[in-house]
């Protein structure tokens, strides 16, 4: 039985799929069989004779489980925007079953897995069912892991998100904090403000880092917490 943990973020482009490949690395690290999954990403390049999505290229580095490109990330579309939107222009509908199947394929390959929603909290994907990466989360019974972006405004968006985790009937298990603002003014104090009233331990305190890749970011995570948080029976 593997251990599946939903990371979500307080906005797109703050640091969910560097966090998930340094919590990834971390699980390796322990010994485990471990990846991080992107079920649905939206934005390709063409690197190589061959289109590509950077987080699944990202996750797919740090997993240590052989899983093939098309496992981690098993529906790409190609257009950089909203996935139900990408959907539409490129007439390859998301749907849920298949998202869902593409997830359970990869499970018994692993003893944990941390699954990166697309953007903030409510992405709608599959439009015809009224379906957003927060139903994913649900129909996964996944504990969330929030990364927070620190900048300016964070606060409001990592209370909310926390508030409409445990509305969708879900349980934080922690938190990261990613810094995105170098220059951000009061960081330790926002911090602390954030440890204050997010109800779920954090697990890392990301300073901005010249190449964050998982071997550096991995450093910034709280190794004791993250053993009580993700390992604890
Ligand atoms: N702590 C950091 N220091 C420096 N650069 C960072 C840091 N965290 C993230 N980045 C860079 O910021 C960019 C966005 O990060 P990342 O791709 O992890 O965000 P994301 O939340 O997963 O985005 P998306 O919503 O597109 O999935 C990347 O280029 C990444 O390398
Ligand atoms: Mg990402």
């Not at 098309?70 to 925007?81: F, I, K, S, W």
């Amino acid at each position: 039985m593997s251990r599946i943990f939903f990371i979500t973020g307080t906005d797109t482009e703050i640091g969910k799929t560097t966090c998930t490949a340094a919590l990834t690395h971390w699980a390796t690290a322990q010994g485990l069989r471990a990846a991080g999954l992107k079920p649905v990403a939206a934005g390709q390049e063409f690197v190589d004779s061959r289109w590509v999505n950077e987080d699944v290229l990202c996750l797919h580095a740090a997993q240590n489980a052989g899983l093939t490109e098309a496992e981690v990330g098993p529906l790409q579309l190609r257009t950089p925007c909203a996935p139900h939107l990408a959907a539409r222009l490129e007439g390859r509908p998301i749907r849920r079953a298949e998202v869902m199947a593409g997830i359970q394929a990869v499970l018994p390959r692993l003893d944990m897995a941390f699954v990166e929603g697309v953007g903030g909290w409510r992405v709608p994907l599959d439009e015809a069912a009224g379906w957003d990466s927060s139903d994913l989360a649900r129909e996964l019974a996944a504990p969330v892991i929030l990364v927070v972006g620190l900048r300016l405004g964070c606060i409001n968006h990592a209370l909310l998100t926390a508030e409409a985790i445990a509305a969708r009937g879900l349980r934080l298990a922690g938190w990261l904090g990613n810094t995105v603002d170098g220059q951000m003014l009061q960081h330790a104090e926002n911090l602390a403000t954030l440890a204050a009233l997010l109800p779920a331990p954090c697990l890392g305190r990301v300073p901005r880092i010249e190449s964050p890749d998982a071997a550096s970011v991995v450093q910034h995570l709280d190794t004791a917490a993250l053993q009580h948080a993700l390992l604890a029976p």
